[in-house]
Nanobody, 127 residues
Framework: QVQLAESGGGLVLAGGSLRLSCAIS????????AGWFRQAPGREREFVAA???????YYTDSAKGRFTISRDNARNTLNLQMNSLKPEDTAVYFC?????????????????????WGQGTQVTVSS
């Protein structure tokens, strides 16, 4: 089975940094798109960052310049380096994978493009 597991969340002061990791297993494709989404209480799950099958990166405006998405194929991990964190970054962060290839037609932002999801890791940024 395909499994995704996020780690690295926690409590951090505004201006601090966190590095989230997503361990991915069970995907036979050697390359595929993957992304990070977040969901704050009472809000929709929103796109944060993605990396395409060709390693092109994409970011939501609020993440640009602060967050960096990367992939470590050797370790089958997806990472999200988050710097200069703000209280509004507080949310549960989810990683997602698209081995089917839906993102190629739909783009990387739609949640429905990703067939597999982790259970999330909490990121809390205090002011």
């Amino acid at each position: 089975q395909v499994q995704l597991a996020e780690s690295g969340g926690g409590l951090v002061l505004a201006g601090g940094s966190l590095r989230l990791s997503c361990a991915i297993s069970g995907i036979t494709s050697s390359n595929y798109a993957a992304g990070w989404f977040r969901q704050a209480p009472g809000r929709e799950r929103e796109f944060v960052a993605a990396i395409s099958w060709g390693n092109r990166t994409y970011y939501t405006d609020s993440a640009k310049g602060r967050f960096t998405i990367s992939r470590d194929n050797a370790r089958n991990t997806l990472n999200l380096q988050m710097n200069s964190l703000k209280p509004e970054d507080t949310a549960v962060y989810f990683c997602a994978a698209d081995p089917i290839g839906r993102t190629q037609a739909m783009g990387v932002m739609p949640r429905v493009a990703y067939a597999y999801w982790g259970q999330g890791t909490q990121v809390t940024v205090s002011s």
